[in-house]
């Protein structure tokens, strides 16, 4: 599988995961599978034994490690990393998108990559 079809099967199991538990992410996903709301970002896609995933977007607070960063800091995030499941996979578009949390306010994930 490559990776576009990774991340639309990603897409499709999360949704069905989320309609599961009784909560329609579907109006947050484009055509591309990615999942947006209020200049905010996220897309999954499947790894060997771990769901991937890229979020991206405005922040108002900077991250404790990057707090010394503060001058040059213009308000966009960007993350990639990994999380366990699809039960993961939807605490962090919940926190990330719909409830707008901060970087260090975000569920527990593994973080391969950051920047400002």
Partial sequence: MDFLES????????????????????????????????KRWIDFWL??????????????KLPIQFATSQSSFRGIWDEAGSIDDLHQALELLQSWLIDAKEIDELTDRRIHRSMI
């Fill in 7 to 38: 991340r639309r099967e990603a897409a499709e199991r999360l949704l069905r995961f989320a309609a599961a538990q009784d909560a329609d992410i579907a109006p947050f996903r484009d055509e591309y599978d990615v999942f947006s709301h209020r």
């Fill in 47 to 60: 790894e060997s034994d771990a769901v991937g995933y890229h979020l991206r977007g405005e922040i108002a």
